[in-house]
């Protein structure tokens, strides 16, 4: 059973930085990809960035330049979130995809994000 956890959000201001943690517990397959989605209210979830195992990267355009992505081990990922603006306030979820058969994804409980002016 896979679970994910998340950890790091909280309440910042405007230009400030947050680094978000998410830890994997479980049997994790490779090939695999671990990634952060957001939610902000009244919106739909949305891609923040991704990171496969080989080390490549995908980023929204919204947050290219000012969060980075990054794994420790095949376990932990991080998001760093750098010049934060009032849009970024969401809360960010943590995803694991599994790309061979069976396929599945896990998500996190997430970890809220909030911007103060």
Do not use: H
């Not at 830890?23 to 949305?46: C, D, F, H, L, T």
């Not at 095949?74 to 934060?84: D, F, G, M, P």
């Amino acid at each position: 059973q896979v679970q994910l956890v998340e950890s790091g959000g909280g309440l910042v201001q405007a230009g400030g930085s947050l680094r978000l943690s998410c830890a994997a517990s479980g049997s994790i397959v490779r090939p695999n990809e671990m990634g952060w989605y957001r939610q902000a209210p009244g919106k739909q979830r949305e891609l923040v960035a991704t990171l496969t195992g080989g080390g490549r990267t995908n980023y929204a355009d919204s947050v290219k330049g000012l969060f980075t992505i990054s794994r420790d081990n095949a376990k932990i990922v991080y998001l760093q979130l750098n010049s934060l603006k009032p849009e970024a306030t969401a809360v960010y979820y943590c995803n694991l995809k599994i790309f061979i058969s069976p396929r599945q994804a896990f998500w996190g409980q997430g970890t809220q994000v909030t911007l103060s002016s």
